[in-house]
């Protein structure tokens, strides 16, 4: 499956934007998909993560009520809603997919279980 990330760009503290991953080769159903982020200098950290039928969401406690995952898959398209956007969000956003998905409700924040990524979408918070 390929994954394609796209809605990064500039806002100011305090505002909002909306990352979409769209998936193309494979449905995106059969997939858990995750949200991760890369600082400068820093390395990739978990952001969220949702089951295949979207029933179960994860976030990453800094992004707890500001950050909502969610997924189309009859669109094949996993988003990420971001509010209260802080300078210190300001990362490359990825999107993945876990075909597996064994023991994913533990595994979830772990990039090594993922065996797809997008090329990553970037998003600046100005302050």
């Known amino acids: 499956v390929q994954l394609q990330a796209s809605g990064g760009g500039v806002v100011q503290t305090g505002g909002s934007l909306r990352l979409s991953c769209a998936a193309s080769?494979?449905?995106?159903?059969?997939?858990?998909l995750g949200w991760f982020r890369q600082a400068p200098g820093k390395e990739r950290e978990f952001v969220a993560a949702?089951?295949?039928?979207?029933?179960?969401?994860y976030y990453a406690d800094s992004m707890k009520g500001r950050f909502t995952i969610s997924r189309d898959n009859a669109k094949n398209t996993v988003y990420l809603q971001m509010n209260s956007l802080e300078p210190e969000d300001t990362a490359v956003y990825y999107c993945?997919?876990?075909?597996?998905?064994?023991?994913?409700?533990?595994?979830?924040?772990?990039?090594?279980?993922?065996?797809?990524w997008g090329q990553g979408t970037l998003v600046t918070v100005s302050s």
């Open positions: 993945a997919a876990d075909l597996r998905g064994e023991l994913f409700n533990s595994r979830y924040s772990r990039p090594d279980i993922y065996d797809y």
């Open positions: 080769g494979r449905a995106l159903r059969k997939y858990q």
């Open positions: 949702i089951t295949t039928g979207g029933l179960s969401k």
